[in-house]
């Protein structure tokens, strides 16, 4: 096969990436407005109304559900964990690929850095850095899990950590894929080395 058609296997995995980002946001297009702390509010407003005017495409069934679910939360960070491996993936891979045994491709001298024993040697630390941040993120995913197994319903303050953990993961995934594409503008192809 070409070195293409390996690449667009993962362009495959990253377009489902992208739909579950995308599918996150539109499952949280219902508006909570009204449900107040718990039991609704005794206000006497017109929930669809208001709904409409916020842009949001249907208010939400139960005020109990809507103040206690994190579902949203869990499936942001399942999204967050899956475009993580698949990161970790081909950076594994292209450690392999770049290393001594294999050749297969060229590691620009932007993303890689020396060795403090051997000056000639080039790690692909930046690679290595992508490869292990998916075990933070994947950390993110299971403490929200742990937080959400023994609630029961409504609001706790347990529900507090929702929002670190959300904006860490949100932020590691950030600077992987910043980190990434600058990776991708320095590979080249040892074209000869890939016919052997």
């Not at 297969?104 to 490869?131: A, H, W």
């Not at 507090?160 to 594409?181: G, P, R």
């Amino acid at each position: 096969i070409s070195f293409a058609h390996y690449l667009l296997a993962y362009v495959e995995m990253f377009n489902r990436d992208k739909k579950k980002f995308q599918n996150n946001l539109e499952n949280l297009s219902e508006s909570p407005l009204g449900a107040a702390a718990l039991a609704g509010t005794s206000f006497n407003i017109d929930r669809n109304y208001t709904t409409k005017k916020l842009g949001f495409s249907k208010p939400t069934n139960n005020s109990i559900d809507t103040v206690s679910d994190r579902d949203f939360v869990l499936d942001f960070l399942y999204s967050v964990s899956v475009c993580s491996m698949h990161i970790s993936r081909i950076a594994e891979e292209l450690i392999i690929w770049n290393s001594d045994a294999y050749g297969l491709i060229n590691l620009s001298d932007k993303i890689v850095t020396g060795s403090s024993i051997m000056p000639q040697k080039k790690n692909p630390d930046f690679l290595e850095y992508l490869r292990g941040k998916s075990g933070s993120i994947y950390g993110n995913l299971f403490s929200m899990l742990t937080i959400l197994k023994g609630l029961p319903l409504s609001y706790f303050k347990d529900l507090q950590d929702d929002k670190e953990i959300v904006f860490k993961s949100n932020d590691i995934l950030m600077d992987c894929l910043k980190v990434f594409d600058e990776i991708l503008k320095n590979i080249s192809a040892n074209k000869i080395k890939m016919l052997e």
